[in-house]
């Protein structure tokens, strides 16, 4: 296999990519916005909008480049409950949606510790078992209809193949589903009658199977066109540096969300108060994480289309010792109870400044995470931080251990999907961030530090940071 088509759907945009895996690289790609439906019964991702995007796509690209085999990547967070034909039960839900916490207090009773699966409480719908949950006890007539549940990334292999299947980044990325330990099903799954629901589960790379006949009239790809069983973006992200580099190191995707994940970690305690949680990776492995929703972040503060800093910015920045404390957006990440604020008044900040400000402090959240998860070695960056030098600089100087920038492709996910066809050629485009990093961007990382665990203990009752 040579060129293979890659479906990559992110929160926020949907594309498909053809890889030549000989050169590894993205050699042409389709993109659309992933939008919501704020209909009834609950926001709802727009599946066959999407789908339909998918199979245009499918075809244009085939025309140009000749797919051999299709592989898909997606955010997580999501389940899809299908009927027995195969379509919808209820809509798939939206996991920013609050409608899962009306039922927090009886989903709290139920939901196994962390303990047992890796899986922090979390806000709305960012536990896939508490969207399920609210989902039975919501709508119980749509829910006695539900067949099979499926993991996000697997939705769209059946669509591409009629099999129904599961796998094991989706289940293991703060599902509350899957013990990684074990590797087994949670006891909640137990708990609830939900096993028998769930299809089997296979590994990322496993052929489940070829493209179905309709599909291939549809598109121009050939009949028996291998279709992967996919795998989670962040660990779609990891998986190009664990097949090509030694532990220990850890990758920071990004992206919506920063997702840190340490390969060859210190044994720490993980705090499931903070946003650390266990995903496990597509060999199987659990490895110890931790996010919050940095892409987001970015946009809300400086728009869709925000100018550059320079380094003489970021300098005037770091001597104003302007800063922005966590947490935006709030509820999640390491300091999910901490109401955001600036230090200084956010208006003496030049576009250029607000950049570098807003950059130092995503690159100190990243740090602080990578902290509480017993992260050692390189620190590799991947997606679109990985162009933003003062992201990086400030995120050396917090850390003092290496930092390098991934500039092989905007983000990894969909290079870490077609490896799943054919590791042998997987290189990554990692380069050493070899920027200066003053000392004072070092007591920049300092004073924040210092300044978070005030503003942590005002935010959050006292509870330090």
């Not at 539900?146 to 669509?159: E, G, K, M, P, S």
């Not at 042998?424 to 070092?442: A, I, L, M, N, Y």
């Amino acid at each position: 296999m040579r060129i293979v088509g890659v479906i990559d759907i992110g929160k926020t945009n949907a594309k498909v990519a053809a890889v030549d895996l000989d050169r590894f690289e993205e050699i042409a790609v389709r993109k659309t916005a992933n939008g919501v439906v704020q209909g009834d019964p609950y926001p709802h991702f727009d599946v066959d909008r999407l789908w339909a995007f998918v199979l245009d796509s499918l075809k244009a690209l085939h025309a140009e480049h000749r797919l051999q085999a299709i592989s898909i990547t997606t955010h997580g967070a999501t389940a899809v409950v299908l009927d027995q034909a195969g379509g919808l039960a209820l809509p798939v839900l939206d996991y920013e949606f609050g409608g899962p916490d009306t039922l927090s207090e009886a989903y709290g009773r139920v939901r196994p510790p962390f303990a047992e699966t890796g899986s922090a409480r979390l806000p709305v719908g960012l536990n896939v078992g508490a969207q399920l949950f609210w989902q039975q006890q919501t709508f119980p007539d749509a829910f006695a209809r539900v067949a099979t549940i499926l993991t996000y990334a697997q939705y769209w292999t059946f669509r591409l193949t009629g099999v129904r299947v599961n796998e094991l980044t989706s289940l293991g990325c703060h599902t509350d589903l899957w013990n990684p330990t074990a590797g087994t099903f949670s006891t909640l799954v137990e708990s609830q009658g939900w096993r028998h629901l769930f299809a089997p589960v296979r590994k990322a790379d496993d052929i489940v199977g070829a493209l179905l006949p309709e599909l291939c009239a549809a598109t121009g790809i050939p009949a028996g066109t291998p279709v992967y069983c996919g795998i989670h973006d962040s660990n779609a992200s990891l998986l190009p540096h664990l097949l090509t580099r030694k532990a220990p190191f850890s990758v920071v995707s990004t992206g919506t969300w920063v997702v840190m994940l340490a390969v060859g970690a210190a044994k720490v305690t993980l705090d499931e108060h903070r946003d650390t949680l266990i995903n496990v990776n597509a060999l199987g492995d659990p490895v110890p994480s931790a996010r919050f929703m940095g892409g987001r972040a970015f946009a809300l503060l400086l728009g869709d289309n925000p100018t550059s800093a320079s380094f003489e910015d970021e300098e005037a920045v770091v001597a104003a010792e302007h800063m922005i404390l966590p947490s935006l957006p709030e509820g999640s990440g390491p300091f999910p109870s901490a109401k955001a604020r600036w230090t200084l008044d956010e208006e003496m900040l030049t576009p250029a400044g607000k950049v570098a400000a807003v950059s130092f402090h995503l690159a100190l959240m990243t740090a602080t995470c990578l902290d509480l998860i017993g992260a050692r070695g390189d620190i590799v960056v991947e997606g679109p931080f990985a162009a933003n030098a003062a992201y990086l600089r400030m995120l050396q100087a917090a850390t003092g251990r290496p930092v390098l920038a991934d500039s092989h492709n905007v983000t990894g996910t969909s290079l870490g999907a077609a490896s799943l066809v054919d590791g042998r050629h997987v290189r990554t485009g990692v380069q050493v961030f070899t920027g200066p990093v003053p000392e004072s961007f070092v007591r920049y990382a300092e004073n924040w530090r210092s300044l978070t665990k005030s503003h942590v203990q005002q935010g959050n009752g006292g509870q330090q940071g």
